[in-house]
C-alpha cells in the first residue's frame, strides 16, 4: 500500500475535522453572549419548567408541553441539560449551540462525500452551509437550538438511510426510523426528510433512474414508516400551533 493510499481514508475525516475547527474558531465570541428577550424566556430564562435543570417531573412534562407551540420533547431536553451544567451563564448554551454547528458541517461533508464520492466538491458545499452568515441566527440565538439540533439528527438520518441502501437489514432501517423518530422530536420541520431522501434516490445514489433502477413505487412503499411519522408530526403541530393561535 503507498503512502497515498493510506492517506486517501483519512482525507475526510481530517477536512471535516478542520472544517469543524473553523466553525468553532469562527463562532468562539458566542461565550460572552447573553440571553435575548425574544424567545430565550420562553424556553429557558423565565420557564419554571426549565429552569430547574434535568428532573424527573420535568422529563414527563416534555414528553406532553406545547409550551412554545410546538411538540419537541428532545429540546427541551436539549435545554434542560445545559440548564443543569451551566445554570444561568448564557455563555455555556451558546457554546453547546456552536459545538453542535461544528459537529454539523463535520456531518454534511462526510455525508456529501460519503454519498457522491466527491471530496473538494463536497468541501465546498460543506464549508459554505457552515460559515455563511445566514446560519448565524440558529447558532447564536438560544430559543433555536431545536434547528442546530434537529440539523445533527438529519445528518445522522441520512448517513442511516446511505448505509441501509448499501445493505437493507431491519436493524438498519430500525436506526433509520429511531434518528427520524429524534429528529421530529427536536423540530417539526424534519417532516420534509423522506421527500429529500426520495430526491436522494435519484441522486447521487441512482436508485431511481438509469440501468437497474427500481420501480417508483417500491422507492414510495419502502419509505411509508417514515411518511407515518411525518404525518403524524404535522397533525400533532397544527394542534400545537392553534393552543397558542399561532
Given at each position: 500500500?503507498t503512502?497515498?493510499?493510506?492517506?486517501?481514508?483519512?482525507?475526510?475525516?481530517?477536512a471535516?475535522?478542520?472544517?469543524?475547527?473553523?466553525?468553532?474558531?469562527?463562532?468562539?465570541?458566542?461565550r460572552?453572549?447573553?440571553f435575548?428577550?425574544?424567545?430565550?424566556p420562553?424556553?429557558?430564562?423565565?420557564?419554571?419548567?426549565v429552569?430547574?435543570?434535568v428532573?424527573?417531573?420535568?422529563?414527563?412534562?416534555?414528553?406532553?408541553a406545547?409550551?412554545?407551540?410546538?411538540?419537541?420533547?428532545?429540546?427541551?431536553?436539549?435545554?434542560?441539560?445545559d440548564?443543569?451544567?451551566?445554570g444561568?451563564?448564557?455563555?455555556?448554551?451558546?457554546?453547546?449551540?456552536?459545538?453542535?454547528?461544528?459537529?454539523n458541517?463535520?456531518?454534511?461533508?462526510l455525508?456529501?462525500?460519503?454519498?457522491?464520492g466527491?471530496?473538494a466538491p463536497?468541501?465546498?458545499?460543506?464549508?459554505?452551509?457552515a460559515?455563511?452568515?445566514?446560519?448565524?441566527?440558529?447558532?447564536?440565538?438560544?430559543?433555536?437550538r431545536?434547528?442546530v439540533?434537529?440539523?445533527?439528527?438529519?445528518?445522522?438520518?441520512?448517513?442511516?438511510?446511505?448505509n441501509?441502501?448499501?445493505?437493507?437489514t431491519?436493524?438498519?432501517?430500525?436506526?433509520?426510523?429511531?434518528?427520524f423518530?429524534?429528529?421530529?422530536?427536536?423540530?417539526p420541520?424534519?417532516v420534509t426528510?423522506?421527500?429529500?431522501?426520495?430526491?436522494?434516490?435519484l441522486?447521487?445514489?441512482?436508485?431511481?433512474?438509469?440501468?437497474?433502477?427500481?420501480?417508483?413505487?417500491?422507492?414510495l412503499?419502502?419509505?411509508?414508516?417514515?411518511f407515518a411519522?411525518?404525518?403524524?408530526?404535522?397533525a400533532?403541530?397544527?394542534?400545537?400551533?392553534?393552543?397558542?393561535?399561532?
Amino acid at each position: 500500500m503507498t503512502a497515498a493510499t493510506a492517506r486517501g481514508p483519512r482525507a475526510p475525516l481530517l477536512a471535516a475535522a478542520a472544517l469543524a475547527l473553523a466553525v468553532l474558531l469562527l463562532y468562539a465570541p458566542v461565550r460572552t453572549f447573553e440571553f435575548v428577550a425574544v424567545d430565550d424566556p420562553l424556553m429557558v430564562t423565565a420557564n419554571p419548567r426549565v429552569s430547574g435543570g434535568v428532573s424527573l417531573p420535568a422529563l414527563r412534562w416534555s414528553l406532553t408541553a406545547v409550551a412554545a407551540y410546538n411538540w419537541h420533547p428532545v429540546t427541551w431536553w436539549s435545554h434542560l441539560a445545559d440548564v443543569s451544567l451551566f445554570g444561568t451563564w448564557a455563555g455555556g448554551h451558546h457554546v453547546v449551540s456552536a459545538g453542535l454547528h461544528a459537529l454539523n458541517a463535520a456531518l454534511l461533508l462526510l455525508a456529501l462525500h460519503a454519498l457522491t464520492g466527491a471530496l473538494a466538491p463536497a468541501v465546498a458545499a460543506a464549508a459554505l452551509f457552515a460559515l455563511h452568515p445566514l446560519r448565524v441566527e440558529s447558532v447564536a440565538w438560544v430559543a433555536e437550538r431545536k434547528d442546530v439540533l434537529g440539523g445533527t439528527f438529519w445528518l445522522l438520518a441520512v448517513f442511516a438511510y446511505a448505509n441501509w441502501c448499501r445493505r437493507r437489514t431491519a436493524g438498519r432501517y430500525a436506526a433509520l426510523l429511531a434518528l427520524f423518530a429524534l429528529g421530529l422530536m427536536t423540530k417539526p420541520m424534519l417532516v420534509t426528510l423522506p421527500l429529500v431522501l426520495l430526491l436522494l434516490d435519484l441522486w447521487p445514489l441512482g436508485r431511481g433512474i438509469g440501468p437497474g433502477a427500481e420501480p417508483p413505487g417500491r422507492l414510495l412503499h419502502e419509505k411509508w414508516p417514515l411518511f407515518a411519522l411525518a404525518a403524524a408530526t404535522a397533525a400533532v403541530t397544527l394542534v400545537a400551533q392553534r393552543s397558542g393561535a399561532a
